[in-house]
């Protein structure tokens, strides 16, 4: 708990002087608070230059953080999250102290030299690098230390954005990926320190601020679906262009790194110049887009300059995250969604807005496919609840259309195509590429569903594990039963407890013999008892048991030493 406190704290800080320094070098390179508030003005700095400032102040910039970077700490290059995720997946949560310096730095002067790109990622990556940093100074035990990653990352959020509900629904969803008392109660504690924190020095108002956007005709609710449909594959559209124009630049360029953000800055300026509304995070052109102030054709060449601005940013070597373009794209699609519905239907379609505002966390959803962060932070963000049931449905529709055409997210698309998947074994790991064929024991007799609950203990008190697999008249599978259970259930006996042992099954995830350890054993650990069945590839008929033990066996069979049940049988 002190822990958690002391990392909320310290990404609190962070985020502050984050923030500080990106108004400031923003002042420095624009003249302006936001450059987007202004676009195509001039620089006072240099008024001589005109709007043609833009075209040198991202070659400043690049001359500035590149260098950094390459020197420094090359992982925070790009937007943040996807390090943040393997490094509590495969590395022990480990993330270097310099990281959170680095990126401070690196992600400021892009955004502040007209960077494309949004601030959440940059924050996530800074919180986390305290919490690791924290947490081995500590000497804390693994599990501990990446906790404390997920309270660096709840924390940052909590106090960027105002959204201390929505720092904790996106550490545990997309830093952990699990949902657990202990998560919860550290990344709260986390979350709600740094946002006291942010809120003493930014105020406490939502970060954006729209009008009432209620639905007036039941029939916005199929419009509503129809935009998560659109905006879900958009989102995906999103993550293909992003990486496209990543290795496009990849293969363009064949100088330094160091030097690579000033050079692609030229190409970054051109854009800028044609379409200054670019410039920065973009928040004041998102607010017009949501107010109803664009024209069609004007939104959707927003919506294009964006995916292009940012992919641009990040493939020259740029720092900073993409969940803020998400946002600004998913309100040009919501916006010209909502235009054409409202000339289409006029007295049916309602406000522009609400489909701006939809379309912000579907497009996010489609991305990220984290829906629970989607809806919380669109919620905190905007403080406007009157669209919550609109926004659900197209955010879950959104989610469902990214996952049938994709397989990854934004963030996890960046690790697989480094050759990462983080649902397999890490590099160099010694357990985990071999497949559960190769280490699983024989089946242990299964119990009949029927079985009565004295019988079920007694063959469970017999058995060298703590859960067997049920099966019911047929002889299909159902899932397994723990010895902790049937003691449960005898102890509250004869007041109404479970009869039979097919009442206390309890489903688990299906593991199949031709799966991959490491995938295998993300299902073991959180399965209850100690052990799964395992069943053939078209998940029927089961073959044999998965134990941790069992897991271990591959470490003997990886090195050519025997393993200990040729050992015993010797």
């Known amino acids: 708990m002190l822990m958690a406190l002391l990392v909320g704290a310290g990404a609190g800080v962070g985020s502050i002087i984050f923030r500080w320094c990106i108004q400031t070098f923003t002042r420095w390179f624009s003249g302006h608070d936001d450059y987007a508030s202004a676009p195509g ?16 102040v991202p070659v400043v910039g690049g001359l500035l953080y590149g260098p950094l970077v390459n020197r420094f700490a090359k992982e925070a290059r790009g937007h943040g999250v996807p390090e943040v995720i393997l490094a509590v997946a495969q590395r022990g949560g480990r993330i270097s102290p310099k990281v959170a310096v680095v990126k ?22 800074i919180g986390s690098a305290l919490g690791s940093t924290l947490g081995r100074f500590a000497k804390l035990t693994e599990p501990r230390v990446k906790l404390l990653v997920a309270c660096g990352a709840a924390g940052g959020i909590a106090a960027t954005f105002n959204a201390p509900l929505a ?11 699990t949902f657990t008392a202990e998560a919860f109660g550290a990344t709260v504690l986390a979350s709600v320190t740094a946002s006291v924190i942010g809120r003493a020095a930014f105020g406490d108002t939502a970060f954006l601020s729209l009008p009432d956007f209620p639905v007036q005709h039941i029939a916005q609710y199929g419009l509503f679906a129809l935009l998560g449909l659109i905006a879900g594959a958009v989102g995906v559209l999103f993550s293909r262009v992003l990486y496209a124009i990543e290795d496009a630049c990849d293969w363009a360029w064949r100088g330094p790194e160091w030097l690579r953000p000033a050079v692609g800055g030229l190409a970054l300026g051109l854009v800028l110049l044609a379409l200054p509304e670019m410039y920065g ?24 300059g964006k995916m292009v601005a940012t992919s641009l940013t990040i493939g020259i070597g740029g720092s900073g995250g993409v969940f803020a373009p998400s946002l600004f794209i998913g309100a040009m699609v919501g916006a010209a969604f909502g235009a054409e519905a409202h000339s289409l239907l ?11 505002l939809v379309g912000m966390g579907a497009v996010f959803a489609g991305a990220a496919r984290a829906p629970i962060t989607a809806v919380v932070i669109l919620f905190e963000l905007t403080g406007e609840y009157s669209i919550i049931l609109p926004l659900m449905l197209a955010i879950v529709l959104a989610t469902a259309t990214s996952r049938v055409l994709t397989r990854d997210t934004i963030y996890t698309l960046k690790l ?37 609950l004295p019988d079920a203990a007694d063959l469970l008190s017999r058995s060298s ?5 049920v099966r019911d008249a047929s002889g299909a599978y159902l899932g397994i039963a723990t010895a902790r259970a049937v003691a449960e259930a005898l102890a509250e006996q004869p007041s109404g407890a479970p009869a039979v042992a097919g009442d206390l099954v309890e489903s688990v995830p299906r593991v199949t013999i031709d799966e991959q350890l490491a995938v295998a054993l993300n299902a073991l650990i959180a399965a209850p008892g100690t052990g799964l069945a395992v069943l053939d590839p078209d998940r029927e008929e089961l073959v044999g048991w998965l134990s941790h033990q069992g897991a271990l066996r591959a470490l003997h069979a990886s090195e050519g030493e025997p393993t200990p049940a040729l050992l015993a049988s010797s």
């Not at 003005?41 to 040198?56: A, C, E, Q, R």
């Open 41 to 56: 003005s001039d620089n006072p700095h240099v008024s001589w230059l005109g709007p043609f400032f833009v075209l040198i």
């Open 465 to 469: 594990h703590g859960a067997l697999p």
């Open 281 to 304: 995070v973009g928040y004041p052109v998102l607010e017009g887009a949501t107010e109803g102030r664009y024209a069609i054709g004007f939104l959707l060449l927003l919506l294009v």
């Open 416 to 452: 697989r195509r480094r050759g990462i998947d983080v649902d397999g074994p890490a590099a160099g790991a010694r357990i985990g590429s071999q497949s559960v064929a190769s280490v699983m024991e024989p089946l242990p007799t299964p119990l009949p569903a029927s079985l009565s």
């Open 104 to 125: 401070t730095l690196a992600s400021a002067l892009t955004i502040g030299s007209g960077g494309s790109v949004g601030r959440e990622g940059p924050i996530v990556q």
């Open 167 to 177: 720092g904790v629904i996106f550490a545990l969803e997309l830093i952990l990926a």
């Open 346 to 356: 006029p007295g049916t379609a309602g406000a522009v807005g609400a489909y701006a």
